[in-house]
């Protein structure tokens, strides 16, 4: 089950996200201070830029939750922008398993809906996977 109790007896909601290679993993504690941490840092230091950060925190901008949650967040693979899709992801998942009844607005937002678009793969013969090699007629 994704809902355990660590040993101070705090409830703990545990979610993945996903997002082209990258992957995050993240711990949601209700009756926080809003402070998250990514791979052990803050999140406004993790964050290269202010587009970044509104991404991550846009599922507790939708509630207006902002202030209720703390967090831990593992997060590998991908560049910065992947991973804070990823992080966005984990986060709206790990809401709704906090409360049912924001899966609608979460919904809504978009929140909740996994990213499929991937890298695509190169081609034999090609020097990438749209790119040709040059042609020449004589």
Known sequence: MSVTETPSSKIVFLATG???KATASIRLYPSGSGKFTVNNKDLKAYCTHENILRSIIA?????????????????????????????????????????????LPLKR????????RKRERKKPGQPGARKHFQFSKR
Do not use: M
């Open 18 to 20: 996903r997002r082209k």
């Open 109 to 116: 937002a978009g929140h909740l809906k996994r990213d499929p």
């Open 59 to 103: 599922p507790l901008n939708t509630l207006e939750t902002d202030e209720k949650f703390d967090g831990v967040i593992k997060v590998n693979g991908g560049g910065s922008c992947g991973q804070a899709g990823a992080i966005a992801h984990a986060l709206a998942r790990s809401l709704e398993k906090y409360n049912s009844e924001w899966r």
